[in-house]
Structures are given as structure tokens and as C-alpha cells.
């Protein structure tokens, strides 16, 4: 079955940083895209970043632009997430994703950020 373990996330000081992982198994990794989203206390779930099949191409939310870089690694199966300059306005649950063919999206448990002094 599909599974989406995320992991790397914690508490940081305003404009430190933190690198998110996400190991991925259950089908062809290497064959689909993927995505991080986050989730703020009382806010919608936003799409952050998300990266083509071969991480050729990439898309990021404007408030991470120049700050983030989504990136993955297909021999690990695994997707990162680098935070750097992080703001109090970041803090969220992190979440990957991965729609299939059919589209149905599957996501992980999450992973909290907390950027605070």
C-alpha cells in the first residue's frame, strides 16, 4: 500500500532553517510528481511546492519563493524540502503529497514546524 513518511521537523528561531523529508513507497516513485503542502492552526491546506517526475521542473507557492527549494532523490525514493530564512508565518503541519492516476491523493501524517523565539 501507498505510504508517505515525512520526518525532519521541530522547533527553529525566526530565519533559521530546517530540511523536511519524505520517504516514499507504494508504487513508481520516480514516475509521478510531488508535493508539499502545510497546514496552519485555523487556516486551509496550501500547496508549498511541488516537483516533476525527473526534478526538472518546479513550482512554489509566493510567500517560500527564494527562501525554499523542493528537490528529490529517486534512487531513495524520497522528497526534501529545504526551509531557509524561516518566519513565525511558516509554522504549520507539513505534509506530502501524491495524486495518482486515478486522482486520489494520498497524503502523510505531517510533520510539525513550529518558528518561534
Known amino acids: 500500500q501507498v505510504q508517505l513518511v515525512e520526518s525532519g521537523g521541530g522547533l527553529v528561531q525566526p530565519g533559521g532553517s530546517l530540511r523536511l523529508s519524505c520517504a516514499a513507497s507504494g508504487f513508481t516513485f520516480s514516475r509521478y510528481a510531488m508535493s508539499w503542502y502545510r497546514q496552519a492552526p485555523g487556516k486551509e491546506r496550501e500547496l508549498v511546492a511541488s516537483?516533476?517526475?525527473?526534478?526538472?521542473?518546479?513550482n512554489y507557492v509566493d510567500s517560500v519563493k527564494g527562501r525554499f527549494t523542493i528537490s528529490r532523490d529517486n534512487a531513495k525514493n524520497t522528497v526534501y524540502l529545504q526551509m531557509n530564512s524561516l518566519k513565525p508565518e511558516d509554522t504549520a503541519v507539513y505534509y506530502c503529497n501524491w495524486v495518482s492516476n486515478a486522482w486520489q491523493p494520498y497524503w502523510g501524517q505531517g510533520t510539525q514546524v513550529t518558528v518561534s523565539s
Open positions: 516537483i516533476s517526475s525527473f526534478g526538472t521542473s518546479t
